[in-house]
């Protein structure tokens, strides 16, 4: 199982602390590190930092969000950022939700997820095999255009720059089983929001038809510390305001999936005291046994143990949220 270092997106400001996490991950021998988007920092500018200052670690996006490019200007940063790192990109992509879709980025979002899902990874497919123009005859992304409220004057194009590696792998962010699912066939990998060791199961009936090299790229939040119960309030914290906030209270992909996962009446008390406005309560009432299940948190014994459960399953790369160095440390010498 190799280790990947996940740095998320900004909050209210860059993190200081990214480039020297980044440089030391690959210094202790991380195979990838990974940025992420969502309604401010882009996900492949501070990737691009980061490429310019190590040598090795690979790079991936988990992850960019469809709504915010079209699929070729998202194969467009791919190919650029693949040639100025050596080859070193992973596209990793998620379609995100309505209320982030339309609230942010003021785009209907798609009636069809899955359709549109797969027409994006062709059109990108497409751009990085520059075996000719692009053209697909797509419901959401026709190339060229061909919609009403064009000119019809569209030409099929093909990128002018020569990709470096037409199998640039990509993987996607998805959540629902018919999403891993076609995630399975269409492309080269998957990042799951939350996994569980323990529950491999929710997941064992999309996955059926998962190629033999296909990866599975979990993130999860690592801490070495003394103090269980308070290593784990940044995990219930990100919970919170995910299963609360991130999706409308009759669509949050989120809720349903720890719904899925055995803790319904939880996930649904969380939705409601979050859109309710008493968000420290909503954290509160995430499980501990939730949080604890999908995170890497306490003594470096307990974390060595827990690790073995992450590596008897299908995981292939375990991509580390950690707040120190020490952490990363700690989980580099775990999976030698």
């Known amino acids: 199982m190799r280790l990947g270092l996940a740095l998320g997106y900004w909050g209210r400001r860059p993190d200081p602390a990214h480039l020297e996490l980044a ?6 021998g ?19 930092w980061i490429a310019a200052r190590t040598s090795r670690i690979k790079l991936g996006t988990a992850v960019a969000q469809m709504a915010a490019r079209t699929p070729t200007a998202t194969a467009m940063h791919a190919l650029t950022l693949d040639h100025l790192s050596g080859g070193r990109m992973m ?64 030409k099929p194009l093909r990128p002018i720059t020569h990709p470096l590696r037409p199998d640039l792998p990509i993987l996607l962010g998805a959540e629902g089983p018919k999403n891993i699912a ?29 190629p033999k090299n ?10 070495v510390c003394d103090d269980i119960s308070e290593g784990l309030l940044p995990v219930k914290a990100m919970l919170g305001f995910y299963i609360g906030g991130m999706g409308h209270a009759a669509r949050n992909f989120h809720a349903d999936l720890m719904a899925r996962m055995g803790f319904e ?20 009432a995430v ?15 307990r974390i060595a143990e827990r690790l073995d459960l992450w590596r008897k399953g299908p995981v ?15 989980l580099a010498e775990l999976n030698t």
């Open 23 to 28: 440089v030391e991950a690959e210094r202790l």
């Open 30 to 48: 991380y195979d990838s590190a990974w940025t992420a988007e969502a309604w401010g920092s882009d996900a492949f500018t501070p990737l691009t």
């Open 91 to 154: 596209l990793g992509l998620g379609l995100s939700g309505p209320q982030v879709v339309e609230g942010w980025y003021g785009r209907p979002f798609p009636k069809s997820p899955l359709t549109a899902t797969r027409e994006y990874v062709d059109v990108i497919r497409q751009v990085l095999r520059r075996e000719g123009p692009v053209e697909l005859d797509g419901r959401f992304h026709p190339h060229p255009y061909a919609g009403p409220d064009g000119t019809g004057l569209g």
């Open 182 to 210: 076609q995630t399975s066939r269409i492309a080269d990998g998957w990042i799951p929001l939350y996994w569980s060791p323990l529950r491999t199961g929710v997941y064992q009936a999309s996955l059926v038809d998962a």
């Open 214 to 223: 296909f990866m599975v790229a979990p993130m999860a939040r690592a801490q």
């Open 265 to 284: 009446s939880a996930a649904r008390r969380v939705q409601e005291l979050f859109l309710e406005g008493r968000r420290a309560e909503a954290t509160e």
């Open 287 to 301: 499980p501990d046994a939730f949080a604890d299940e999908i995170s890497l948190v306490g003594p470096r014994e």
């Open 316 to 330: 292939t790369d375990l991509l580390i949220t950690a707040p120190d160095p020490r952490t990363l440390r700690a």
